[in-house]
């Protein structure tokens, strides 16, 4: 069992006032799991945390009952059963990004379904997991509205995330590494990864330096201070003063779990 290391914090909603997470970490015995509740602007819809609460339960579920099943398979038949069991319709649901990680006799696999990142460290380096299709969009000016949000939602010409279209699964991002390769591997919320894609406070070595030297939290509490220095958004424009926070350390050369509740 590799060491794990949480770290999480609330951020704020689009009003400024603060609210509870809708990050959810979810460690199992040979996998971890964040996802990151996408805040809907329409009121008449459960929030982001609700859904992911609810497929974050779902995919714990499967992936106990089978541990090595295929992390895409598992995501389809999870992202189906939470759309069926509360009646969900596509484009008109909450929805939510999901970060994987998993780990088996002989491999490390990383699934990321929209903009939460997995990072591996390892004899090969630092691998980038991540889906940089949101990103795109909004560097282009595509989405400036809820309505430009929910049109290229899970569509061919703009981004894919976990929603009642259980098709999306097949877009993410995988990446499977030998796990004698492997010595870390992080897994990160928006909130924590915009710090090096946005902020440049620092990169992936650095985030992992500082996780296994202070503790994830450290991470967390740089990119919230240097938030609390550009209060309106005027030098890094974002709908939000502080997104919610979540990183999770797995660290195969030792040991243990750290930071569970």
Wanted: hydrophobic letters at 45%; glycine letters at 10%; charged letters at 25%.
């Amino acid at each position: 069992m590799p060491e794990i290391a949480i770290a999480e914090r609330a951020g704020v909603g689009a009003d400024g006032h603060p609210r509870p997470t809708e990050d959810h970490v979810v460690v199992l015995g040979n996998a971890v799991l964040v996802l990151d509740g996408a805040t809907s602007s329409d009121p008449s819809q459960p929030p982001g945390g609700w859904y992911a609460e609810r497929l974050a339960r779902r995919l714990a579920d499967d992936l106990r009952a089978a541990p090595g099943a295929d992390l895409t398979d598992v995501l389809t038949s999870a992202i189906a059963a939470v759309t069926a069991d509360n009646g969900l319709r596509p484009q008109q649901s909450p929805s939510s990004t999901v970060a994987a990680v998993r780990w088996l006799g002989d491999r490390v696999d990383a699934l990321v379904l929209a903009d939460s990142p997995v990072v591996g460290f390892g004899a090969f380096g630092v691998d980038v997991v991540s889906d940089d299709r949101l990103a795109r969009l909004r560097r282009r000016g595509m989405l400036q509205t809820g309505a430009d949000v929910r049109r290229r939602r899970n569509a061919h010409d703009g981004f894919w995330v976990a929603e009642a279209v259980p098709g999306a699964a097949a877009h993410a991002v995988r990446r499977s590494w030998r796990r004698a390769d492997v010595h870390a591997v992080l897994l990160a919320s928006d909130g924590v990864s915009i710090g090096v894609d946005q902020y440049a406070l620092f990169d992936w070595r650095e985030v992992l330096a500082t996780a296994r030297a202070d503790g994830p939290d450290a991470v967390l509490a740089a990119v919230r201070a240097a938030e609390k220095q550009d209060p309106d958004g005027e030098r890094w424009p974002r709908p939000k003063r502080h997104d919610d926070q979540a990183l999770v350390l797995v660290d195969f050369t030792s040991g243990g779990i750290q930071g569970l509740p």
